[in-house]
């Protein structure tokens, strides 16, 4: 795969310790660092979770409270279900974002192009009012169903009613079932070993 980051292959150390690279999703907060992790250390899970390719995605709602979007970089969405359509995704129990979340009656998986890593970036750093630096200041977005933000240049897009949320460890488990989809014919972005990547040849 073509890497399009900071660091090129060549530079990486063979093992790099995922969490002291500024893309890390399973990064841990400041001093925080090297709790163990049911008897596993947590640099070596984070290490080997890094291992698994995944795409990326912004996952959106709307604030029921403020009527304000929220929206995070995401990569744990999977396929949970066809019949009945399900698919799934986690959030972290302190993100500011899980309120929102749990009282949004909907939200959208946007499914990122590999053009829109800047987005990506933008949307796995914190809320910000200063100007210029929102999360939706960027990139072309229309309210979908329950006006969750639909991002326009994705390679794809599930539209989904809430089903359930369960507790999963330090994250909270989302479940949608899908009621409108988008797929369109553009490469995905891929992330892997804390970097964005393109995709590559098939096998
Ligand atoms: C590639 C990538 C994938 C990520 N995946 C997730 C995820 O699945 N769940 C999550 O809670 N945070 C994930 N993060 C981290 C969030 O994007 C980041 O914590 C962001 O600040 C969350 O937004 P918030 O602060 O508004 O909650 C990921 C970050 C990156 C770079």
Redesign the pocket.
């Known amino acids: 795969m073509g890497v399009i980051d900071d660091f090129s292959y060549i530079q990486r150390p063979k093992v790099p310790r995922l969490s002291s690279i500024p893309?890390?999703?399973l990064a841990a907060p400041k001093g925080r660092d090297d709790a163990p992790a049911g008897g596993l250390a947590t640099p070596a899970l984070r290490s080997a979770l890094g291992r698994f390719a995944t795409g990326?995605t912004i996952v959106t709602c709307v604030d029921a409270a403020s009527g304000r979007r929220?929206g995070?970089?995401?990569?744990?969405?999977s396929a949970l279900s066809l019949e009945p359509p399900l698919v799934l995704?986690?959030?972290?129990r302190s993100?500011?974002?899980?309120a929102p979340f749990e009282a949004a009656s909907h939200f959208a998986v946007n499914v990122l192009a590999e053009t829109q890593v800047e987005l990506?970036?933008r949307?796995?750093?914190?809320?910000s009012d200063a100007p210029g630096f929102g999360?939706f200041d960027e990139g072309l977005w229309s309210a979908g169903l329950g006006g969750a933000p639909v991002l326009a240049g994705c390679a794809a897009v599930f539209e989904c009613v809430r089903q359930a949320v369960h507790d999963g460890g330090d994250?909270r488990l989302f479940i949608g079932r899908v009621l409108r989809l988008a797929d369109l014919a553009i490469a995905p972005l891929v992330?892997q070993g804390g970097h964005?990547h393109m995709l590559g040849e098939v096998l």
């Open positions: 893309d890390d999703p990326v929220v995070l970089t995401a990569n744990s969405f995704w986690s959030l972290r993100s500011p974002s899980l990506s970036r949307f796995a750093r914190p809320p999360k994250h992330f964005y």
